[in-house]
């Protein structure tokens, strides 16, 4: 989702699925590749004109400029290959993205690709509205460690085009001229939050007006080591056994977003991410928490901008803390769609590794598929990538995670917290049952 895992990923709702059935698999995705070749040798062309025609309907919540341009291009490059499938792209907001798929289900308005994680959007993939992706050949290109990331059941549901971590982005010629270091724990952090703050720069920048900036900031925080300590948490919570309050890495993660929340602008509940993504980049702050999705944004708004990325370090020794990652911009295949070989197609064509560079090159991003090769990434995203090297990481997705009604509750509880100044921890957790309580009836 954000991205966004996130966005990802807090405001959702509650979708009550159509009824789609069936699916192609690797002998049909076979015959499709013999049949383009057998064009290609007869027509003499490098285009696929001829195997595939129609239509070809995508449906998304993509945002950020470089994303757009990113999907512009690998669509451009797609209907120049395939001339005889023309795509149809529908972009709507994050918040409202569920709300548009029930009803495109329910009115026999099926798209054919959807964008986002299988398991954040489970309650398609157990209804039956998603595609089963395990047999295709093109589910070979992901990285396999990663591939937890979109299996239920053990079966493959998603595509990720790129790796997505959280991090803490920095002005390194801000932090250069107040002699500011990276700091490695948490009392450090704050430390520099302090400093940055007396020089008359805001710490941090956040917008929590849209949701994304939450988080991006409270999945920082909690997805790293809290969460690398307790990962049970979803399971127990869907089961009913524990409640929020029994969670005392839960409680500390918030009281840490509570602590640097007085650090960040004044202004952080009544402007959108976008608004502080772009203080950021014009020199207002020091430090911007938000996924790696971020980092290609604040280029495009000063792409002389000198950044750099740290991991949030939440523990004080700094060997204890982890990053959290997770597979990145995913892409899903609606199950028995109108143009299901179109989208056969589409697939082949995103996972190609040239194509795939393409799409890194432009978004900014780690790419989560093998033999891919791209031009260096911007420092911050080399800084990432390094971090993730150490092997202290979280793959925060690769188990359970909160769907349908319960992402709803905990998105929606997460922003309450955010926009509520004195919202306590205790009422944060009560109002979290009440709201998981809700969903289960």
Same mark, same amino acid.
């Given at each position: 989702?954000?991205?966004?895992?996130?966005?990802? %990923?807090?405001?959702?709702?509650?979708?009550?699925?159509?009824?789609?059935?069936?699916?192609?698999?690797?002998?049909?995705q076979?015959?499709?590749?013999?049949?383009?070749?057998?064009?290609?040798?007869?027509e003499?062309?490098?285009?696929?004109?001829?195997?595939?025609?129609?239509?070809?309907?995508?449906?998304?919540?993509?945002?950020?400029?470089?994303?757009?341009?990113?999907?512009?291009?690998l669509?451009?490059?797609?209907?120049?290959?395939?001339?005889?499938?023309?795509?149809?792209?529908?972009?709507?907001?994050l918040?409202?993205?569920q709300?548009?798929?029930?009803?495109?289900?329910?009115?026999?308005?099926?798209?054919?690709?959807? %964008?986002?994680?299988?398991?954040?959007?489970?309650?398609?993939?157990?209804?039956?509205?998603v595609?089963?992706?395990?047999?295709?050949?093109?589910?070979?290109?992901?990285?396999?460690?990663?591939?937890e990331?979109?299996?239920?059941?053990?079966?493959?549901?998603? *595509?990720?085009?790129?790796?997505?971590?959280?991090?803490?982005?920095?002005?390194?010629?801000?932090?250069?001229?107040?002699?500011?270091?990276?700091?490695?724990?948490?009392?450090e952090?704050m430390?520099?939050?302090?400093?940055?703050?007396?020089?008359?720069?805001?710490?941090?920048?956040?917008?929590?007006?849209?949701?994304?900036?939450?988080g991006?900031?409270?999945?920082?925080?909690?997805?790293?080591?809290?969460?690398?300590?307790?990962?049970? %948490?979803?399971?127990?919570?869907?089961?009913?056994?524990?409640?929020?309050?029994?969670?005392?890495?839960?409680?500390?993660?918030?009281?840490?977003?509570?602590?640097?929340?007085?650090?960040?602008n004044?202004?952080?509940?009544?402007?959108?991410?976008?608004?502080?993504?772009?203080?950021?980049?014009?020199?207002?702050?020091?430090?911007? *928490?938000?996924?790696?999705w971020?980092?290609g944004?604040?280029?495009?708004?000063?792409?002389?901008?000198?950044?750099?990325?740290?991991?949030?370090?939440?523990e004080?020794?700094?060997?204890?803390?982890?990053?959290?990652?997770?597979?990145?911009?995913?892409?899903?295949?609606?199950?028995?769609?109108?143009?299901?070989?179109?989208?056969?197609?589409?697939?082949?064509?995103?996972?190609?590794p040239?194509?795939?560079?393409?799409?890194?090159?432009?978004?900014?991003?780690?790419?989560?598929?093998?033999?891919?090769?791209?031009?260096?990434?911007?420092?911050?995203?080399?800084?990432?990538?390094?971090?993730?090297?150490?092997?202290?990481?979280?793959?925060?997705?690769?188990?359970?995670?909160?769907?349908?009604?319960?992402?709803?509750?905990?998105?929606?509880?997460?922003?309450?917290?955010?926009?509520?100044?004195?919202?306590?921890?205790?009422?944060f957790?009560?109002?979290?049952?009440?709201?998981?309580?809700?969903?289960?009836?």
């Open positions: 989702m954000m991205k966004k895992k996130w966005i990802s %990923f807090l405001l959702c709702l509650t979708v009550v699925a159509g009824t789609l059935a069936g699916c192609g698999n690797k002998q049909e076979e015959e499709a590749k013999s049949e383009k070749e057998a064009s290609k040798e007869t003499g062309k490098d285009t696929k004109e001829g195997s595939v025609s129609g239509e070809l309907n995508i449906v998304h919540y993509l945002s950020e400029p470089q994303k757009i341009a990113a999907l512009d291009e669509v451009a490059g797609f209907e120049n290959e395939y001339p005889d499938i023309k795509v149809n792209q529908e972009s709507t907001t918040e409202n993205y709300d548009v798929l029930k009803l495109k289900f329910s009115t026999g308005d099926v798209p054919d690709v959807l %964008f986002g994680e299988p398991k954040t959007y489970s309650v398609f993939v157990e209804s039956g509205n595609a089963d992706l395990t047999d295709y050949d093109f589910v070979d290109r992901v990285q396999q460690n990663t591939l990331n979109v299996k239920i059941d053990d079966k493959v549901y998603g *595509i990720p085009l790129d790796v997505m971590a959280n991090a803490v982005l920095y002005n390194k010629d801000i932090f250069e001229e107040l002699q500011l270091d990276i700091p490695k724990t948490y009392t952090f430390d520099v939050c302090s400093k940055l703050d007396e020089a008359g720069y805001v710490a941090c920048t956040a917008g929590y007006q849209d949701g994304i900036s939450v991006a900031n409270f999945y920082t925080i909690f997805y790293g080591t809290p969460y690398y300590n307790m990962s049970n %948490f979803e399971d127990e919570m869907l089961a009913g056994e524990k409640k929020a309050g029994d969670y005392p890495e839960l409680k500390r993660a918030l009281l840490q977003w509570r602590e640097i929340m007085a650090y960040q004044e202004d952080q509940r009544s402007i959108n991410t976008d608004r502080a993504e772009q203080m950021f980049a014009n020199g207002e702050a020091g430090m911007l *928490i938000i996924g790696t971020g980092i944004t604040v280029s495009n708004y000063n792409p002389d901008g000198n950044y750099g990325a740290f991991m949030f370090p939440s004080e020794k700094k060997e204890d803390n982890r990053i959290p990652i997770t597979a990145g911009d995913t892409w899903m295949m609606v199950k028995d769609s109108p143009n299901h070989d179109a989208a056969v197609d589409f697939f082949e064509y995103m996972t190609r040239d194509v795939n560079a393409k799409w890194c090159t432009t978004t900014k991003e780690m790419t989560i598929l093998n033999d891919v090769q791209t031009p260096e990434l911007p420092q911050a995203m080399q800084d990432t990538a390094a971090e993730i090297a150490t092997g202290r990481v979280c793959n925060y997705t690769a188990g359970t995670v909160f769907s349908g009604q319960q992402f709803a509750a905990w998105g929606e509880t997460l922003l309450t917290f955010a926009v509520t100044p004195d919202m306590t921890t205790e009422e957790c009560e109002e979290l049952d009440n709201r998981f309580a809700a969903a289960n009836k």
